[in-house]
Nanobody, 116 residues
């Protein structure tokens, strides 16, 4: 059974930082592409960052230069380091395992709230 568990969300002031973690079980992190998505109230879920099997990453334009996706294969965990946070980054953040370009498995989500 595949399980993805996120942690690290919370309340932070604008300009601050948070690091999200996503630990996987029942699936091998190194054998898959992984991603972080987010969904703000009243908006569609959007892709924030993605990291491929070879470690190549890509980012949404809105977070490029501020967020960094990474993973520790030994811990079967991926991370999203978020710096210079803005109120518009407020959302529920989800990690996902990606197959053939589409997210197949999702975590339960973790709330990130950025106050101005």
């Amino acid at each position: 059974q595949v399980q993805l568990v996120e942690s690290g969300g919370g309340l932070v002031q604008a300009g601050g930082s948070l690091r999200l973690s996503c630990t996987a079980s029942g699936i091998i992190l190194s054998a898959n592409t992984w991603a972080w998505y987010r969904q703000a109230p009243g908006k569609q879920r959007e892709l924030v960052a993605q990291i491929g099997i070879g470690g190549v990453s890509n980012y949404a334009h809105s977070v490029k230069g501020r967020f960094t996706i990474s993973r520790d294969n030994a811990k079967n965990t991926e991370y999203l380091q978020m710096n210079s946070l803005k109120p518009k980054d407020t959302a529920v953040y989800y990690c996902a395992a990606v197959y053939s370009g589409n997210p197949r498995y999702w975590g339960q989500g973790t709330q990130v709230t950025v106050s101005s």
